[in-house]
């Protein structure tokens, strides 16, 4: 049994916006499942009718087994825990206010309200923060507090919407930590969306592509990698700019293979040596800074299937579940 299972569900906003095409997808229980996409690929939107928020307009949610309607939703959205981009703690009231409001909006008795408290603050490291208003504290930890409070009710699925958005690289650390204890120590089933690949590197088991409210894939880390092969050249320019304008030329002689990133621009599965490639360069009159073979990101794989929606032909269909 899944935590999550959609069959081919589609959103329409009231505008006529479709932000939802067919989306299908399964998600493990106890795995962090991580879904990528650029600004308005319609990751918000699934998390708001995956957390029953919000209604699908066709299609169907399963949670643990048990479709979600009118009759059963109350039920699933108890074992729902949402922390979206917005912070909902109290920040006029302390920490230990708002866990204790928590409880009784989901009935949680007093006695267990307590000891579930003091239980995720000790796991946590959140002593420090409990018994002051939570406006005093930074960005990063009313996040962290934020997440606290959605663990009172014990969700069997927490949605975490950019947990690290803003954040300095300190408190993302801590924001990882936290999500990975979630994951080993509750067994919480972790559904996350991010725009920070090393982020999904870092935390994923499973990692899911959108674009434009559609799946691009949906599949393992490893086997995300395994479809940019192993190996690619890498181009690296003086500038940003240098790259930006060689990138036509490359696209026209090597197609599909080549992705542009900052400064550099990298081909995948290279059929010659570096000998090769260094001779075209010079034959067209390329002036680069650098030029290697590297292992492939999911950076790669990301920029590549955003940017050709995956159709590299058949070659690729054994590790991949497109839906387009
Ligand atoms: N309430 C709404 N009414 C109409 N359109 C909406 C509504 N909410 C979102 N949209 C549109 O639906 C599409 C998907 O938006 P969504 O917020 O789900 O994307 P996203 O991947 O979460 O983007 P971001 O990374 O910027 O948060 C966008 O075109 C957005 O403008």
Not at 269 to 276: G, H, M, N, S
Request: some cysteine; aromatic content about 8%; hydrophobic content about 40%.
């Amino acid at each position: 049994m899944y935590a999550i299972e959609t069959d081919q569900i589609s959103k329409t906003y009231a505008s006529g916006l479709v932000a939802l095409k067919d989306v299908t997808i399964q998600v493990k229980q106890g795995e962090v499942f991580c879904l990528l996409g650029q600004n308005g690929a319609g990751k918000s939107t699934l998390i708001n009718i995956l957390s029953t928020f919000f209604k699908a307009t066709t299609g169907t949610v399963k949670l643990f087994g048990t479709p979600l309607t009118d009759q059963t939703i109350m039920a699933l959205r108890s074992q729902v825990g949402t922390v979206s981009q917005q912070i909902s703690v109290d920040t006029h009231l302390s920490l230990k206010e708002n866990m204790l409001f928590q409880a009784a909006l989901y009935d949680i008795p007093k006695e267990k309200a307590g000891q579930q408290l003091t239980e995720l603050i000790d796991r946590f490291n959140l002593t420090d923060y409990l018994n002051y208003p939570v406006v005093s504290f930074s960005g990063g930890i009313k996040r962290r507090l934020d997440i606290a409070l959605a663990l009172m009710s014990s969700p069997k699925v927490l949605f975490l919407d950019e947990p690290t958005v803003g954040m300095d690289v300190q408190s993302r650390q801590a924001m990882w930590q936290m999500i990975q204890q979630i994951k080993s120590e509750l067994m919480t089933t972790i559904f996350l969306t991010t725009h920070y690949l090393e982020e999904a590197e870092q935390l994923s088991d499973t990692i899911c592509i959108m674009k434009d409210g559609r799946i691009i894939t949906q599949d393992s880390q490893s086997n995300l990698k395994g479809y940019v092969s192993d190996q690619l050249i890498e181009f690296t320019f003086p500038t940003p700019t240098r790259a930006i304008n060689s990138f036509e030329h490359f696209k026209q002689h090597f197609g599909k293979k080549v992705t542009l990133n900052a400064r550099t621009i990298r081909l995948s599965k290279p059929e010659r040596d570096l000998d090769y490639y260094l001779n075209w360069l010079l034959q067209e009159a390329i002036e680069v800074s650098g030029i290697n073979r590297v292992s492939s990101t999911l950076e790669d794989v990301f920029l590549r299937l955003i940017t050709e929606e995956g159709a590299e032909g058949d070659e690729n269909q054994g590790h991949f579940k497109t839906d387009h």
